[in-house]
T-cell receptor, first 113, second 114 residues
Framework: GNSVTQMEGPVTLSEEAFLTINCTYTATGYPSLFWYVQYPGEGLQLLLKATKADDKGSNKGFEATYRKETTSFHLEKGSVQVSDSAVYFC????????????FGQGTELSVKP | NAGVTQTPKFRILKIGQSMTLQCTQDMNHNYMYWYRQDPGMGLKLIYYSVGAGITDKGEVPNGYNVSRSTTEDFPLRLELAAPSQTSVYFCAIISEGSGANVLTFGAGSRLTVL
């Protein structure tokens, strides 16, 4: 079946540290891949996406590259800020599946000053 | 969360009570979804709709019902609340024209069943 696996949290970093959150997927077909972010007390919002192999999604200093050969979509940021503290969700969707997203379990990131 | 409105934001129910979570969108989108979020479990799809009059089950539909009589509204009903339904519920729509299945989420409804 289709699934998404994320690195377990919580992840605690100091400000300006490098961030990697691992995400791997299993899918029948060629999915689109997403990272969503959830700030405390809010709904999820799209952070970045990639729709085909070797695409790189980027936004707000975050980036992720769609790696078909390793079925991965790892999230990275070179220098995190306290304001990046949130829960990050990796997700996939498949064409002609009614727009449904399959989410990973989420990774909580806490950035300390 | 502009465009997707969920009510109520918080609710406490007793076991066996019923209630409806409301979701309204003002962007005339066809695709709407209900997810539940449990700690450490990510989001699971409960039900979805691809247009007025059309609904379908997601991954975890048991204990819930939906209807889609208009494009704007997609209510989620719990008929006999159980503690296992304690969760945060999110309604979402597809942001059409995004080139991919990008979801816009409501702010969420936190439900506790005691």
């Amino acid at each position: 079946g289709n699934s998404v696996t994320q690195m377990e949290g919580p992840v605690t970093l100091s400000e300006e540290a490098f961030l990697t959150i691992n995400c791997t997927y299993t899918a029948t077909g060629y999915p689109s891949l997403f990272w969503y972010v959830q700030y405390p007390g809010e709904g999820l919002q799209l952070l970045l996406k990639a729709t085909k192999a070797d695409d790189k999604g980027s936004n707000k200093g975050f980036e992720a590259t769609y790696r078909k050969e390793t079925t991965s979509f790892h999230l990275e940021k070179g220098s995190v800020q306290v304001s990046d503290s949130a829960v990050y969700f990796c997700a996939l969707s498949l064409y002609n599946q009614g727009g449904k997203l399959i989410f990973g379990q989420g990774t909580e990131l806490s950035v300390k000053p | 969360n502009a465009g997707v409105t969920q009510t109520p934001k918080f609710r406490i129910l007793k076991i066996g009570q019923s209630m409806t979570l409301q979701c309204t969108q003002d962007m005339n989108h066809n695709y709407m979804y209900w997810y539940r979020q449990d700690p450490g479990m990510g989001l699971k799809l409960i039900y979805y709709s691809v247009g007025a009059g059309i609904t379908d089950k997601g991954e975890v539909p048991n204990g819930y019902n939906v209807s889609r009589s208009t494009t704007e509204d997609f209510p989620l009903r719990l008929e006999l609340a159980a503690p296992s339904q304690t969760s945060v519920y999110f309604c979402a729509i597809i942001s059409e024209g995004s080139g991919a299945n990008v979801l816009t989420f409501g702010a969420g409804s936190r439900l506790t069943v005691l």
